[in-house]
């Protein structure tokens, strides 16, 4: 169903998020809040660095249609592009402390794997194209040459995640600026 839908998704062009200015928070509750957020989106913490003011993810691999939980795909390319490719995301959300605010900003970026094919000599092999799988047993094994040349292409920033990270981040700040006033 997704490689007949595949050709109806078209990748919108998403100016990047707008950083987010938020006063009366100081640099390490909105480092934490962002950790937070990005914890519960499933990235892991890579590098949180409170003197740089950054947070950085691992690569995340993108989630496939059935694990409903998880919400790093975002928008309809993304969604049928991850289940289409093997893509990977790396979250990178930069905190500063201006004069009477923080600043919040967020890059994600994406990467696909790229394997060598192994050379088929019919048709009837094809499922051989890029692993040593069987007719009846797929799965990614990969030869030693593949190995060796398997590479993640960088396909630039998704705009769309780094919107709804800061969009969460700005829902959680607005939470706790709530729950203090009461």
Not at 112 to 138: G, N
């Amino acid at each position: 169903m997704a490689g007949l839908l595949s050709g109806c998704a078209k990748e919108q062009a998403v100016d990047p998020p707008k950083p987010l200015a938020v006063a009366g928070l100081d640099r390490a509750e909105a480092m934490a809040l962002s950790e937070d957020v990005l914890a519960r989106m499933h990235f892991t913490i890579e590098k949180a660095d409170p003197n740089a003011g950054i947070v950085r993810t691992a690569p995340l691999t993108g989630s496939q249609w059935f694990e409903l939980w998880r919400n790093d795909n975002v928008g309809p390319f993304n969604k049928a592009e991850a289940n289409l490719q093997n893509v990977r995301r790396i979250v990178e959300v930069r905190v500063r402390q201006a004069d009477d605010a923080v600043n919040i900003d967020c890059r994600a970026d994406v990467q696909r794997l790229s394997l060598t094919e192994h050379r088929t000599t019919s048709s009837a092999r094809a499922y051989q194209m890029h692993s040593e799988s069987t007719q009846s047993l797929q799965r990614l094994s990969l030869s030693e040459a593949q190995t060796r040349n398997m590479a993640w292409v960088d396909l630039g920033p998704d705009n769309e995640l780094a919107a709804a990270v800061l969009q969460r981040i700005e829902t959680r700040i607005a939470d706790r600026q709530g729950g203090q006033g009461e």
